[in-house]
């Protein structure tokens, strides 16, 4: 009867815990590519504050007196004016929120794959399974990542409540989950979550899709094989689409998270999230649900090309083996 527990003991741990070891391995490589793409991010947020219509609500003066600044400029001012290691503020909760929200995304996405969804009789894995099975696994990593994203947000605009001669709202990122949960409680740790899975429901539904429909035309109707330019070139496209669909909700989610809150943690400039969407489109403009759309494209584009697709096989695949109406 010890024989197997005996067997068991020798495997690897990625095969003891593959889902753990999962788990861990999304982990390691959320934080190398955090740390390396991070002052786009930090520049991403930044424009998608700039020009903000309902802090007119509060007598805020510095919306009108701060020029527009594109996603360079942005960058090049954070460089001159608060210094070079300040493109990196922050990045401790993106870290954090990274960890969780890619390790929490690969592991239900396995689960849906293995166990809810399964694959057909012909051992395929259908299209529109990955679509359903994706989105929900991004709404699922998302909504546990809430907190360190709020942090991550409230954190990247200190630095510019600084120059605006405003009090720093936070010492620390622990002092930062403290303070929030003392003045909100725990729902205010999952302040604009809405916009936020949102974001990760649609951004995954573009990607997965449309990867899928420029690799299925690559590989059939050019001579590309299934390699990494194949890949290259479908995650650039499927990146766009996604940038396209979730920046509105990524601009409404950033201004929910940020806005001032009473003593109570109820917010003082957006009741919800629509009523946050109807201010920013009255006040400045349809185009500014896009403030920060190159950082935020060029961020995931970087991300997904040098780090591989998050819940793609790497395999390669022949023109003979492919299948265009299933996924391998």
């Known amino acids: 009867m010890s024989v197997p527990e005996d067997e068991e003991r020798l495997l690897p741990l990625a095969q003891r815990w ?3 070891s999962k788990f861990l391995l999304s982990g390691c490589a959320a934080t190398v590519a955090e740390l390396a793409t ?28 701060a020029p527009y600044r594109g996603m360079v400029r942005t960058a090049l001012g ?3 004016e608060e210094g070079f290691l300040k493109l990196w503020q922050g990045v401790t909760p993106a870290i954090y929120r990274h960890v969780v929200y890619s390790g929490g995304r690969m592991v239900t996405y396995e689960h849906l794959r293995e166990v809810v969804f399964g694959k057909s009789e012909d051992k395929h894995y259908p299209l529109w399974k990955s679509v359903i ?35 720093l709202r936070y010492r620390g990122v622990h002092h930062a989950f403290a303070k929030i949960l003392a003045e909100g409680g ?56 996604a940038s396209i669909l979730g920046t509105p909700a990524d601009v409404i989610k950033s201004r929910i998270m940020n806005q001032p809150r009473d003593k109570q943690g109820r917010g003082l400039l957006y009741k919800s999230s629509t009523d946050c969407l109807i ?35 790497s395999r390669a695949f022949s023109k003979e083996e492919w299948n265009p109406d299933h996924l391998p």
């Open 18 to 20: 593959p889902r753990a």
């Open 38 to 65: 991070f002052p786009l991010d930090l520049t991403k947020t930044r424009l998608q504050m700039q020009g903000e219509a309902a802090l007119a609500r509060l007598g805020d003066s510095a919306r009108e007196s």
């Open 78 to 80: 954070i460089v001159q």
């Open 133 to 167: 099975g994706g989105m929900m696994a991004g709404v699922v990593g998302q909504f546990l990542a809430n907190p360190t994203d709020l942090v991550k947000v409230q954190m990247q605009m200190e630095g510019k409540r600084k120059l605006e001669g405003k009090p």
């Open 186 to 241: 725990i729902r205010g740790l999952w302040a604009g979550w809405v916009p936020n899975i949102q974001r990760a429901a649609l951004v995954n539904m573009g990607d997965l899709t449309t990867y899928d429909t420029v690799k299925h035309y690559l590989v059939l109707n050019t001579p590309l094989e299934d390699n990494i330019m194949t890949h290259s070139l479908s995650s650039l496209c499927s990146g766009l689409v």
């Open 279 to 313: 201010q920013a489109v009255q006040g400045e403009g349809f185009m500014s649900l896009y403030k920060g759309f190159l950082p935020s494209w060029l961020r995931m584009q970087s991300g997904w090309i040098t780090h591989g697709h998050p819940i793609r096989p």
